[in-house]
């Protein structure tokens, strides 16, 4: 792809993958460069990354307003100067949204129902990027690790160092999501640019699971024996009525040519063996 991209939130873990792929074709926009509406873009670029979200699921039950402000208002400004400088606009959203109603995963025309504020100002963004520019990228997402940016860690690295100071750790045996690796959302993203499609897109790793099996796949990989066991109900205090199943099937990648994302645990290894941790 020989486009210039523009990439909002780089500082963040989804971001920085975007910045490590593209290399020099990137431009980085920090939190510093906008102003509070976002009224402009710089105009050199041709498509448009906004990785920008307050990703607080817990915090945004109370934080509502910054909540709604980063994942609902902005991207909604920030598609409004992209459409004006005619540029693409890529924007992710999250699986979590589709909410409590099947126990099935979601496929990508199931209707969102969220439950919590954090999934609600994370649908209200679509609605906003949708209404602000005529042909956008949508991707929902969920449960990414991989490779952090500098002084940050990501799910595999917390887990890690829970492994590494404890015998046994607690895991929830109930929520079902689809653990996935930046770089495919990343690879996943570029395809479908280079394909030259719009639309909203469930962007996960092949295969649903519980968060104690990815949890157990971590420690497993970095051969650590410490035991992982279901939580005991209520023994994770949570303020957000997060859904059991944020779990997505990816329905309309495969209608794309039949792009197709790695089996969750096959990536999970393999991104695993490829860093330091
Ligand atoms: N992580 C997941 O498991 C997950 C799951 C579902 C969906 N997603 C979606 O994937 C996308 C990327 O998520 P991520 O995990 O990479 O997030 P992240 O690591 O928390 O990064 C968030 C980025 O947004 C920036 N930011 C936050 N509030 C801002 C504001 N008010 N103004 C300007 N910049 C602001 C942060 O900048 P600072 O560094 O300056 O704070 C950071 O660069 C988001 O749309 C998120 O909702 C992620």
């Known amino acids: 792809m020989t486009s210039r991209v523009l990439v909002l939130g780089s500082s963040g873990l989804l971001g920085h993958a975007f910045m490590r792929a593209l290399g020099s074709k990137a431009t980085a926009v920090s939190r510093q460069d906008l102003d509070g509406a976002a009224t402009k873009l710089p105009t050199d670029d041709d498509i448009v990354i906004n990785c920008i979200a307050h990703t607080q699921v817990e915090a945004a039950e109370d934080e509502i307003e910054q909540s709604f402000y980063a994942n609902a208002f902005l991207p909604g400004c920030l598609a409004a100067a992209a459409a004006r ?23 990508d025309y199931a209707e969102p129902v969220p439950t919590t504020q954090h999934h609600k100002s ?11 520019h005529p042909a956008p990228l949508l991707l929902r997402i969920g449960w990414l690790y991989g490779q952090p940016p500098e002084g940050r860690r990501d799910f ?3 887990i890690a160092a ?35 499609v719009s639309g909203t897109y469930n962007c ?16 497993q990989s970095l051969n650590l ?13 949570r303020r957000a009525a997060v859904s059991p199943n944020e779990a997505a099937v990816n329905m309309k990648l495969h209608f794309c040519n039949n792009l197709v994302m790695s089996e969750w645990d096959a990536a999970l290894r393999r991104n695993i063996a490829e860093r330091n941790i």
């Open 85 to 107: 400088n005619h540029q693409r606009f890529v924007h992710f959203s999250s699986t979590g949204c589709y909410g409590t109603g099947q126990s099935d995963p979601w496929n």
């Open 122 to 132: 994370k649908l209200a963004g679509e609605l906003e990027v949708r209404h602000a």
């Open 156 to 158: 595999v690295e917390m």
């Open 162 to 196: 829970q492994a590494r100071s404890t015998d046994q750790i607690y895991s929830d045996p109930s929520q079902t999501g689809n653990p996935t690796c930046v770089d495919e959302v990343v690879l996943q993203t570029m395809h479908l640019l280079a394909q030259d």
């Open 204 to 219: 996960v790793a092949r295969g649903a699971a519980r968060r104690i099996d990815y949890v157990r796949e971590i420690v």
């Open 225 to 237: 024996d410490t035991e992982v066991v279901p939580a005991p109900e209520g023994h994770f205090k």
